[in-house]
């Protein structure tokens, strides 16, 4: 049986109440108590009128203090925004809103999320809006649900604690990380991919250039590194293919390479490849997407490479 306050995730909003904050007294708080209870054990033994007086004000400070620290958080409307996409091993980003709803300012409130390195602090005017940033790391690549986000305070005094779990609906889309130092682009085109080796594309050579991991087998020139008496590879290039098209091809990757790190390869040749303002199309097991250049292609490129079943 789950907690009340507890059950997500809540979409589009929730909205803070008796069910879903909860109250402690906080450190400081339980030696607050600690302290009364002395005095009043102290104003019993001697009997001691103002003894009595202070122990029971300062009791009904507390209890006031707990009702303020409550209501910082009660009533407070949350609705999440939107995630952009980010690589692995970045730091992703949740905007978020906390809207008051019943004509008071609300004060040191703290936005933590399991596993981010720091809080957010936020404070909040009545009857307003007011933004906040959640961050929190994203290791893998794939749709990371939204992190549990848990709001808390200690307001006015620091002798209560009230906190509130919220785990928002949604995902954020988590792309491969970029190889780094990244491997050249490579030499194939669409063209040559696409030749049975007798075509005209096969035909035009343009130049030699030396072998660069991901290169296929097969455009290696045998006859010109046996000349050469050279241990450099060196590999064709021809002029079958319209100028800027490559094919970033999932099969032509080093068998020695593992899933991930073609992966992480291909993510990089996209990136690099849109930047040089080419055209290039992307293969994967499963999944051909056909040439394309810009922003729009490159997104949806990079979409593929992190949900790609490997």
């Not at 809207?99 to 703290?110: C, D, S, T, V, Y």
């Not at 491969?176 to 035909?203: D, K, M, V």
């Not at 590194?225 to 079958?240: E, H, I, N, P, Y």
């Not at 997407?289 to 490479?305: I, Q, S």
């Amino acid at each position: 049986m789950r907690l009340p306050g507890r059950a997500g995730p809540h979409h589009p909003s929730l909205v803070l109440a008796q069910r879903n904050v909860f109250i402690l007294p906080s450190r400081a708080g339980l030696l607050y108590a600690l302290v009364l209870l002395s005095m009043l054990i102290a104003s019993i033994n001697y009997s001691l009128s103002m003894g009595f007086l202070l122990t029971f004000l300062l009791a009904g400070v507390a209890i006031v203090s707990m009702l303020h620290t409550f209501r910082n958080l009660s009533a407070l409307e949350l609705r999440a925004g939107r995630s952009e996409p980010v690589f692995a091993g970045a730091l992703a980003e949740l905007q978020v809103t906390l809207k008051e709803r019943r004509g008071n300012e609300r004060f040191a409130i703290r936005i933590s999320v399991p596993g981010a390195a720091a809080p957010e602090w936020v404070d909040t005017l009545a009857l307003a809006e007011q933004p906040a940033r959640v961050v929190w790391p994203a290791p893998t690549r794939g749709l990371m649900p939204l992190p549990r986000i848990r709001l808390s305070t200690e307001y006015p005094l620091g002798l209560w604690r009230a906190w509130a779990w919220w785990q928002p609906a949604g995902e954020v889309l988590v792309y491969p990380h970029p190889e780094h130092p990244r491997a050249p682009l490579p030499g194939s085109t669409l063209a040559a991919s696409e030749g049975n080796g007798s075509g005209a594309g096969e035909e035009d050579l343009a130049s030699l250039r030396a072998y660069a991991p991901g290169d296929s087998p097969r455009r290696v020139a045998w006859k010109a590194v046996a000349r050469t008496g050279s241990d450099d590879l060196l590999v064709k290039q021809f002029d079958g293919a319209a100028r800027g098209e490559l094919l970033l091809d999932w099969q032509a990757m080093p068998a020695s390479m593992d899933g991930e790190s073609r992966l992480s390869r291909l993510t990089a040749w996209v990136l690099e490849a849109d930047s040089a303002g080419l055209r290039w199309a992307l293969r994967l097991p499963g999944l051909a997407m056909p040439v394309d250049g810009g922003g729009a292609h490159r997104d949806r490129c990079l979409e593929a490479l992190a949900l790609a079943r490997i």
